[in-house]
């Protein structure tokens, strides 16, 4: 991680333009708060529908992905209009140098989860306290008070190093004596928000939801950053894999190939159906199954090439598209395919007159 950047000075923790440049410098975007308050600044008369008490007649309601006012370097649709342009972040805070700053998760890479300690009733029943894990027998009425118990529980169950005990990672207490771990989203991977999925008072800030950087103080009181650690920390595998459990993971749909064979002239009917699904199997393989996809399609169009249905190079040059679409290494790939399709050929496929 980025080790070299001047910390913010834990003496001056009311420069939130020097706190905001350090953060944007090591590629987390942030956006100006409402000096003293944890929400976003209110963006232009036209950006900012105002509230249910008090609508902003100015407003013209649009899409705040789409506002021209993120090219103008207006701070308006909140978390939207998050930056890491140091040129912009020292416009927005001399404009308002008492705006507190957030950080915008997803776009920074950041999977912050949110310990909450609220107090308030503990649920009886261990499904809404920690869904899916065990919990021990033994575990005494009372022991349990806040997020911080839960967390530990958690913690236990996975016999993982915890967290917070010595930080290994940004670690930021919030003004209700909450406690934000920062965790760097692992490379490739998307998460969203929730509030209470993977345990009571253990929220997720992820994808479009933001986090108040320490340094920043509200009303309320100062979000501080615990301990010496300063570095974000890769989100640990096992928290990882009860994220993803919780559903706080986003799996982009594999997009639908464009399948090429009947352009080429492979067939109809029967024979087109089957080089499809042979395609969409091999193209839509999860993996860990590619490559027995991959045979499996090879052998089986081998077939229909040996009874004299397909070219064997064409059905061979539209499996290695579907199997660059799955992921696969393309020599790998290649030896599959010749392999497959060859003893496929020496099994050719009978085809019955409805068929054929
Ligand atoms: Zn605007
Ligand atoms: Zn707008």
Redesign the pocket.
């Known amino acids: 991680m980025h080790t070299t950047h001047a910390r913010p000075s834990t003496a001056s923790p009311s420069d939130p333009l020097r706190v905001a440049l350090w953060l944007a410098a090591q590629g987390y975007a942030v956006h100006p708060l409402a000096p003293g308050l944890k929400v976003p600044v209110r963006?232009?008369a036209?950006?900012s529908p105002g509230t249910a008490d008090h609508p902003n007649p100015s407003y013209v309601e649009h899409d705040g992905h789409a506002?021209p006012?993120h090219a103008d370097g207006?701070a308006?649709?909140g978390v939207l209009a998050a930056a890491t342009d140091a040129d912009r972040i020292t416009e927005w805070w001399t404009r308002t140098p008492a705006a507190g700053v957030g950080v915008a998760a997803g776009p920074s890479g950041l999977v912050i989860l949110d310990v909450d300690t609220h107090g308030g009733e503990v649920p009886s029943d261990p499904e809404r306290l920690l869904p899916g894990v065990e919990l021990p027998d033994d575990l005494a009425p009372g022991s349990v008070l806040d997020g911080r118990d839960v967390l530990a529980l958690l913690v236990e169950a996975r016999r993982a190093p915890l967290p917070g005990c010595v930080p290994e990672t940004l670690t930021v207490r919030t003004p209700s004596g909450g406690v934000h771990y920062w965790f760097r989203a692992p490379a490739g991977t998307q998460w969203r928000p929730q509030a209470g999925a993977l345990g009571w008072q253990l929220d997720v800030r992820a994808g479009s939801s933001y986090a108040v950087a320490p340094g920043t103080v509200t009303r309320a009181g100062a979000y501080t950053a615990l301990g010496d650690c300063r570095t974000v920390a890769e989100l640990p595998v096992w928290l990882a894999r009860d994220l993803d459990r919780t559903g706080h993971r986003v799996r982009p749909e594999r997009p639908r190939i464009t399948l090429p064979w009947r352009s080429r002239g492979m067939g109809g009917g029967y024979v087109a159906a089957a080089v499809g699904a042979e395609l969409r199997a091999v193209a839509e393989a999860q993996p860990g199954t590619r490559n027995d996809a991959l045979n499996r399609a090879a052998f089986n169009l081998g077939t229909l090439c040996g009874a004299g249905r397909l070219d064997r190079a064409q059905v061979a040059d539209v499996l290695a598209d579907a199997a660059r679409h799955a992921g696969l290494p393309s020599r790998e790939a290649e030896a599959a395919i010749r392999s497959g399709l060859a003893a496929g050929e020496r099994h050719p496929r009978a085809l019955t007159e409805a068929a054929a």
């Open positions: 963006g232009c036209r950006c506002c006012c207006h308006c649709h």
